[in-house]
Structures are given as C-alpha cells and as structure tokens.
C-alpha cells in the first residue's frame, strides 16, 4: 500500500539552528511531492511542492525541500529557524495514477525556543 | 487560491446523533474533498465530491456514515451519521485538482 514517512514527530530547537525534516513515501511510479505546514490555531497551508524539473524547490520563508528519486524522500529544510516557525508540519504525496488522492504523513511538530 | 470557509469550527455531540459539516469556497471549484485526522494521526481522505456527480469514498469510508452533498460550484456538505466516541476528530474541507490542494479550518468534533 502506499504510505508516506515522517521518522521524526517531535523536534525541538533552538531559534537559528538548522532544521531538516525527513519524508519517504512508498510508490514506484510518477509522484508530485508536497510539504503542507498548520500553525497554532491555523489551517493548513502549501509550503512547498514539487513537480518535475530541478529537485531543489524552494517555498515560502526561507524552506526548501529536494527530491531524491533513489531514496524515495523528500526532506524539508531551512538553514535557520526562527521562534515563529513553531508549527506542525505534513509531508504529502500524490500518486499521479491516483484520483487527485493526497497520501499524508503522521506529521512532525517542530517547537523552536526563543 | 480559493479562500474555504468551514462551519461549525468545533462541536460537541451525544453519541447515536449526526451533526452536518458545510464548506463554502470563494471561488468556483469543480473538486472538493473531504478529510479526517484523528487525534495524534494523519489526515485521510474520506471522499471526492464534485458537482454533478456522486461522491467516491475511500476504503473504510461508506456514504450512510458519511452522506456527502455537493449542489453546485461553491458548496458542500458532510454529515457524520450516527455518531460514536470513535467518529471524535477533525473534519477538513479541501479544493484543489492538479495541482496542490488547500484546506478550510477544519471542523473539530467531539462526541461524548
């Protein structure tokens, strides 16, 4: 069945260290690639997607995500976090064979200190 | 993208009743979605609605417990039928084809 992979689901940092969030998914065909990020209190909202073409994108404050075809992952990162990217973050995957279907991961809570 | 707008945001229910969930999106859509995430897990995906057209649920997703309406471009509904403490989650509306998808607020419910 296909799947998606978050291995970490709590992070803890402090405010300027680096972050990278790990996603793998499972599905040997043609995929489109996403990182959704919910704020306290917020919805959900697109921080990222991936396509096709270069497999470093980059999104919205300062994140980037690449796509490693061979490993299946899609890792989210930002060379500097800041207190208010506390957040909860979702990788997601769209199997292009599927009916628009969205594939989530469990979800990485992130928690940055000040 | 479309601005979606979900009501009721939260509710409290008794177990055995139904409680319809709405979303209303700005702009016209020809696919909504319907998810849920239960407490600590990921977000599923219920059903598709579009306009004209029965909706197509998921596995382990039937349309007695889950009736979906979808009567036009900008508008649809979900009713959690006959509730019980295992339905408590949060209930999202979500637009979006080919390319990425966008949520609502969601709906947080909870049954007693």
């Known amino acids: 069945a296909q799947s998606v992979s978050q291995h970490n689901h709590h992070v803890i940092l402090s405010e300027a260290a680096s972050l990278e969030l790990g996603c793998n998914y499972s599905?040997?065909?043609?995929?489109?690639l996403f990182w959704y990020v919910q704020y306290p209190g917020q919805h959900l909202q697109l921080l990222l997607k991936?396509?096709?073409?270069?497999?470093l994108v980059k999104g919205i404050k300062g994140f980037e995500a690449e796509f490693i075809k061979s490993k299946f992952s899609f890792n989210l990162r930002k060379p500097s976090v800041q207190w208010s990217d506390t957040a909860e973050y979702f990788c997601?995957?769209?199997?292009?064979?599927?009916?628009?279907?969205?594939?989530f991961g469990s979800g990485t809570r992130l928690l940055v200190r000040p | 993208s479309a601005v979606i707008s979900q009501k009721p945001s939260r509710d409290i229910c008794q177990r055995g009743t139904s409680l319809t969930i709405q979303c209303q999106v700005d702009?016209?859509?020809?696919?909504m979605f319907w998810y849920r995430q239960q407490p600590g897990q990921s977000l599923t995906l219920i059903a598709t609605?579009?306009?004209?057209?029965?909706?197509?649920?998921e596995s382990g997703f039937v349309i007695d417990k889950f009736p979906i309406s979808r009567p036009n471009l900008t508008f649809s509904t979900l009713t959690v039928s006959n509730m019980s403490p295992e339905d408590s989650s949060i209930y999202l509306c979500?637009?979006?084809?080919?390319?990425?998808?966008?949520f609502g607020d969601g709906t947080r419910l909870s049954i007693l």
């Open positions: 702009s016209q859509v020809t696919m």
């Open positions: 979500s637009v979006g084809g080919g390319q990425a998808q966008h």
């Open positions: 991936y396509f096709s073409g270069d497999p």
């Open positions: 599905y040997g065909g043609t995929v489109n």
């Open positions: 609605a579009n306009q004209g057209s029965e909706a197509t649920y």
């Open positions: 997601a995957v769209k199997p292009m064979d599927s009916s628009y279907k969205l594939i």
